[in-house]
């Protein structure tokens, strides 16, 4: 996967449960591009219609927490958000990421990213530049197979990839 180049970061507190992420009231479809028109509409109304694709999420602890649904993944990709970056994840909301194919990354300088932040982010080597305030945080390197997750789009690509198959039914 390619570098992550000039993003621009939006911030979000602590505990941003998957609620708040992709409300359950549109968890009636799993059409992407409808779960991407409401993302972050509890959070902050507008986000959506401010965003630009390739832009960060940026959040404090636990983020993803409360429900294991996908959706909330989904929903971030989709709205053109490149990546993820938090003090911490919830278990079950880091996996989903991976598989549904959206990098996200945990450093713990995340509360020092103020809004606006222009970012770069080299997945491989494990750096993300804020040249903004001219400076760089270090992440622990992605696992190999979960890089190949990323640059494959999500499990799904991943596996028929893998089975030689793009047709194949999972």
Same mark, same amino acid.
């Given at each position: 996967?390619?570098?992550?180049?000039?993003?621009?970061?939006?911030?979000?507190?602590?505990?941003?449960?998957?609620?708040?992420?992709?409300?359950?009231?549109?968890?009636?479809?799993?059409?992407?591009?409808?779960?991407?028109?409401?993302?972050?509409?509890?959070?902050?109304?507008?986000?959506?219609?401010?965003?630009?694709?390739?832009?960060?999420?940026?959040?404090?602890? +636990?983020?993803? %927490?409360?429900?294991?649904?996908?959706?909330?993944?989904?929903?971030?990709?989709?709205?053109?958000?490149?990546?993820?970056?938090?003090?911490?994840?919830?278990?079950?909301?880091?996996?989903?990421?991976?598989?549904?194919?959206?990098?996200?990354?945990?450093?713990?300088?995340?509360?020092?990213?103020?809004?606006?932040?222009?970012?770069?982010?080299?997945?491989?080597?494990?750096?993300?530049?804020?040249?903004?305030?001219? %400076?760089?945080?270090?992440?622990?390197?992605?696992?190999?197979?979960?890089?190949?997750?990323?640059?494959?789009?999500?499990?799904?690509?991943?596996?028929? +990839?893998?089975?030689?198959?793009?047709?194949?039914?999972?």
């Amino acid at each position: 996967m390619q570098a992550i180049k000039n993003a621009k970061a939006w911030k979000f507190g602590d505990n941003i449960d998957t609620d708040l992420i992709i409300a359950a009231r549109y968890l009636n479809t799993t059409d992407s591009a409808i779960l991407a028109s409401h993302l972050m509409e509890d959070a902050r109304n507008g986000f959506v219609d401010s965003i630009t694709k390739g832009d960060i999420i940026v959040a404090g602890e +636990n983020f993803g %927490c409360g429900s294991s649904r996908e959706h909330a993944p989904v929903a971030i990709k989709a709205a053109g958000i490149s990546a993820v970056i938090a003090k911490s994840y919830a278990r079950i909301f880091y996996r989903n990421a991976f598989n549904t194919g959206l990098p996200i990354l945990e450093i713990k300088e995340a509360d020092s990213i103020k809004e606006g932040d222009v970012l770069e982010i080299d997945l491989k080597g494990g750096v993300i530049k804020n040249h903004t305030q001219n %400076c760089d945080y270090v992440f622990n390197a992605i696992p190999p197979f979960m890089l190949e997750l990323l640059e494959s789009g999500g499990l799904i690509p991943y596996a028929k +990839n893998k089975l030689g198959n793009s047709n194949a039914m999972l």
